[in-house]
Structures are given as C-alpha cells and as structure tokens.
C-alpha cells in the first residue's frame, strides 16, 4: 500500500522551487549587466537570448505561487499547526546551497543556449567567456537573497506557530482547588484512646 503525500510537504516544497526560476534569471541578467553595462540589451539580443522575454510572464506566475504557499502555510502556523522538522539548515549553510545550486542552472542554461541558440558561443567559451565568470558573484549575491527569504520565512511560520501553541495552551482554564472550610469538623477522640487519663488501669 502505498503512503499518501502531505499536502503541507508538497506546498512547502512547490514554494521553495518556485523561487528558484526567478533567481536563476536574475542571476543571468545580471551576469550580462556586470560585464556590459549599458550595452546589456543589445549584448544579450545579439547572442540569442531573446526568448527569455517570453519567461518572464511564467515566471512572474510562479512567484505568485510561491507567495501563495507561503499565506498557506502561515495560515496553518496561525492555528498551531506546524510540523517538526528532522533537520534544520543554518542560513550560511543555505545560502551555499543556493548559490551552487545558481551557478549551475546558470552554466547548464548557458551550454544549451550554445547549442541551439543563433549567436551564441559554443563550449567553455559561451558560460565564461566575455564576462561570464561576473555569474560566480551574481550568484553568491542572489544566492543570499534567496537563502535569506527562505530562511526567514521559515523564522516566520515556526515563531507564529509557537506564539499561537503558547496563547492557546495558556488559556486554557486551570482545574479549580477544591474549597477547604477552615472550621472543618473533625472527630475528638475520648481521652482513654488518646493515652492521657488521670490514672493507670486498675490491677
């Protein structure tokens, strides 16, 4: 039998990758205008990469969903309900992971342009070449970008979620002592069972 998915896993990992085509065509671009400047534009025409005009509008889609998930998720953190993680990443840690990650999306990109695109350089030559090593720092740049905001989305969600634990555990109504009567009555002993009478038993 197979185990169904949670669905909560499957929207926190959908708005994670989300973000991912954006950076990475941040990185790109910003590759061309570090090495060009102003002639960016007519750079990036000249070596084929005008269809990535037409990615912008799937791109922007895929941030929505990316915020999407995110107001999913923070409504579920709102109700208390966020699941434990085995395994946490520290910030530097993801931003590593993120701009590795970057640099290679950015050089397989670049060696498939080179392949079918008009204009563009072939090999080491079109992901390198002509300023192309200006993508290793455009990404560690953007890669912290984006490690920031997954990191502190993820800040976010857990601190709502235990704020809202808190609040609801705090107000839940204590059990109430019972009222103890300060004339309670109690039984007297006779002296003779208590041991203090006047005289000793007969012999």
Do not use: K, N
Request: net charge positive; charged share 15%; aromatic share 10%.
């Amino acid at each position: 039998m197979i185990a169904r998915a949670d669905p909560r896993w499957l929207v926190r990992s959908l708005t994670r990758a989300a973000l991912v085509p954006a950076a990475a065509l941040l990185v790109h671009q910003l590759r061309f205008v570090l090495a060009f400047g102003s002639g960016a534009g007519a750079e990036l025409q000249r070596t084929g990469h005008s269809y990535l005009h037409s990615l912008v509008p799937w791109i922007v889609l895929l941030i929505g969903v990316a915020v999407g998930g995110f107001l999913w998720a923070l409504g579920h953190a709102l109700r208390g309900q966020r699941s434990v993680r085995r395994y946490t990443l520290s910030l530097a840690a993801l931003w590593l992971i993120c701009s590795v990650a970057l640099v290679a999306i950015y050089i397989a990109q670049e060696f498939i342009e080179g392949l079918f695109a008009t204009g563009h350089p072939a090999g080491l030559a079109g992901i390198f070449g002509y300023g192309g090593w200006w993508s290793i720092p455009a990404a560690l740049c953007v890669g912290l970008v984006l490690a920031a905001i997954l990191h502190g989305a993820r800040w976010v969600l857990d601190e709502v979620a235990h704020r809202r634990t808190r609040a609801v555990v705090s107000a839940r109504p204590r059990a109430a002592a019972l009222p103890r009567s300060r004339h309670a009555w109690l039984p007297r002993l006779s002296p003779l069972a208590e041991g203090w009478s006047g005289r000793g038993p007969p012999r």
